[in-house]
């Protein structure tokens, strides 16, 4: 019995890792672009590898043996979007970067779409997570000023010269105005939808960002997050949506945090304070 359970720990231990590891990639491609293609890629895979196991196919296992390098590097070209999304997300946990708290950024965002609903103004707004969205879009026109619902209502008013295009939210400034969204590849949608909607839905697909989108034909709020699009919301449902994506309960430990608690901890005599 020890000697089984020496020699079968390490498998164990390999075959916990992979299954952890496949399940949260394919937890985390869920529901973007790239997740039909990912389970095509898969399911053909899985297909030939069987056939050629039953069959005893040599030349086809040979095959998939020469060019599995060839599919790995088509895969990362194929996914590409999806995986810089991945690892953009893994390096920003709340180990390396707290999460800033913008319950106020939140309010200014409800009460510009409340204000633009009424007045039926189209408008499209990407509040930035922990991936940098001007790295993924194509940005427009700098702005850099504070993040006011004046500010957001005038930019999207029909006769400003940036009033087309989406805009860009870092913190509480306003980053970027009249920026093109990358459209989302989804086939399975509604034909009526616009292309200020479809280029929501293709931004949250390739980065983490909330979108908020104002309808000028109905005058309706709507959102899109991790590629799922939300239409017809009442300003409280955005308000409460939008709190919690944004605004964290309790503000995570960075790691300089938990060492400096670590030091304070057992060594009392040192004096160390969070500022230090």
Not at 212 to 238: C, D, F, H, M, W
Request: aromatic residues 8%; proline residues 4%.
């Amino acid at each position: 019995m020890m000697e089984f359970l020496q020699n079968a720990w390490r498998p164990l231990v390999e075959i916990l890792i992979l299954a952890i590891g496949i399940y949260h990639v394919l937890n985390f491609m869920r529901g973007t672009r790239g997740a039909p293609v990912v389970t095509g890629f898969i399911v053909v895979l899985l297909g030939l590898t069987l056939l050629t196991l039953f069959l005893d196919l040599v030349v086809l296992r040979w095959l998939l043996g020469t060019f599995f390098v060839f599919i790995a590097v088509a895969f990362l070209v194929i996914f590409q979007p999806e995986m810089r999304r991945m690892f953009a997300h893994l390096g920003n946990q709340s180990l390396f970067q707290a999460q800033i708290q913008q319950r106020e950024n939140v309010e200014v965002v409800v009460d510009a779409a409340e204000n633009m609903a009424e007045a039926r103004i189209g408008a499209i707004i990407a509040m930035e997570r922990t991936i940098e969205l001007p790295a993924v879009v194509e940005v427009g026109v700098e702005i850099d000023c504070e993040a006011t619902p004046e500010m957001l209502e005038t930019i999207f008013f029909p006769n400003n010269a940036i009033h087309d295009g989406g805009v860009i939210v870092q913190g509480d400034r306003i980053t970027y105005a009249a920026c093109i969204f990358p459209l989302t590849q989804q086939q399975n949608l509604s034909k009526t939808l616009g292309t200020r909607h479809r280029a929501a839905i293709g931004l949250t697909e390739e980065t983490d960002a909330a979108v908020v989108i104002l309808s000028e034909e109905t005058g309706n709020i709507g959102y899109a997050y991790k590629g799922q699009l939300t239409r017809r919301v009442t300003p409280q449902e955005l308000r409460s949506f939008l709190t919690s994506v944004m605004v964290s309960r309790r503000r995570p430990k960075t790691l300089g945090v938990r060492i400096r608690q670590w030091l304070n901890k057992h060594l009392p005599s040192w004096t160390l304070s969070d500022g230090r």
